[in-house]
Each structure stands twice: as structure tokens, then as C-alpha cells.
């Protein structure tokens, strides 16, 4: 049996394994925002941003089917191993965070580590490649949580683009808590195509 984890949102933590269906909807500018959609087409999540000046501030808010603030996740600056963390609900002045994610190594963008305060020893380790939509997130002990992948259409047995990918959760493991390391692997992987693998604080354009 899986350790408990941490958790954002009871409500998202399931007995039995759950694969949601993540939407990038790109419409205009990168990270737009996304929709998530459970196995019977039910948003789930999503997250809305309107133009670029959401990206300057950094800051990103996971919301549930009703427009409910969930999570944030802010980039930390300055932060050479583009570190971000995550806020239960909207964030305020003054808050702790739940969680930290960063590169495990500043040259190599294989491995990132999520480390959860409040609670000693849980940590995750996030592998693979997410540009590709293909990552495995896996906690101390080694065991694999969720799983992102490329979607495959049913019916034709094409992959899909990377705009709509899958996201795979083990029981017990939080969607909210994985949406968001979700949401943070985007980020850093938009910035990876600006600034190759090591990451400096980026120059904002004008």
C-alpha cells in the first residue's frame, strides 16, 4: 500500500486508478492554459491565463470544474535551478508553500525534484522528458505515482499531438498535487526552448 502523500484536495484522491485528459489550449500566446477532463469527458481542472502578463508575474492558479482556486504555483526568483512552489488555494502575501519543484542538476533536464514541507521525508522525483509528454513521477520510496503520456485516439490508434496528453494517477495519489507539478513541468519546458539547459533568470522582453 502506498504511503499517503500529500494532498491538495481530498476530493481528487482516488481508491482505484484514475487517467484524466490534459488540453493545452495555446489559443494565442504559450501557456494559455489547459482543461482536464476525466474518462467520462467531465472537466475536471482547468487553468486560465489571459495573455502574456501572466507569464511575467510568474504565477499560475489550478481551478476545479466550478472556478474554485485550488493551488497556485509561483516561479521563487531569484532561483538558478528555476525552482517554483506551490500555494494551497490563491495565494497571499506572507504564505508558506506546500511543495518546491527543481531541477535535480542545473545541466541536465532529465530530473526534477518536489520536495513537500510540513511533512519530513516526502519527497518526489519527476523523470523523463516533458516536451516529449512523457515523464514518470515517482515518491521516496521508489513507487510510481502518475504517469504523464501521449495520447493515443482509440478509435484510429494515432497518437494525438502534444496539445492533449494523459495524465495517469496511482491510488492514493492527489490529481490537484499532480496537476500542478504539471503546470510547473510546462513552464520550465517553455523555457528550456529560450535557454537550452541551463537556466538563468530570463531576460523579460519589452
Known amino acids: 500500500m502506498m504511503k499517503d502523500g500529500l494532498v491538495v484536495e481530498a476530493g ?51 481551478m476545479d470544474a466550478n472556478g474554485r482556486c485550488l493551488l497556485t504555483v509561483r516561479r521563487k526568483r531569484p532561483s538558478l535551478h528555476n525552482r517554483w512552489e506551490g500555494f494551497l488555494g490563491e495565494r497571499i502575501e506572507g504564505q508558506k508553500p506546500i511543495f518546491s519543484v527543481r531541477r535535480s542538476s542545473i545541466l541536465g533536464r532529465s530530473s526534477m525534484s518536489v520536495e513537500v514541507f510540513e ?49 495517469s494517477l496511482k491510488p492514493g495519489f492527489d490529481g490537484a498535487f499532480a496537476m500542478g507539478l504539471v503546470l510547473v513541468l510546462d513552464q520550465i519546458d517553455g523555457d528550456d526552448y529560450v535557454h537550452e539547459s541551463v537556466q538563468v533568470e530570463p531576460i523579460t522582453e519589452d
Open 119 to 167: 511533512n519530513p521525508g516526502e519527497e518526489y522525483q519527476i523523470e523523463g522528458n516533458f516536451g516529449q509528454r512523457c515523464c514518470t513521477i515517482f515518491n521516496a520510496d521508489k513507487e510510481l505515482v502518475a504517469e504523464i503520456r501521449r495520447k493515443v485516439d482509440a478509435s484510429t490508434n494515432v497518437v494525438l499531438g502534444k496539445d492533449v496528453f494523459s495524465l
Open 12 to 62: 481528487f484522491v482516488h481508491k482505484e486508478e484514475t487517467h484524466l485528459t490534459v488540453l493545452k489550449t495555446s489559443l494565442f500566446f504559450a501557456h494559455d492554459g489547459f482543461t482536464v477532463y476525466d474518462c467520462k469527458g467531465e472537466l475536471v481542472f482547468r487553468v486560465d491565463s489571459y495573455g502574456p502578463d501572466d507569464r511575467d508575474r510568474g504565477e499560475i492558479v489550478l
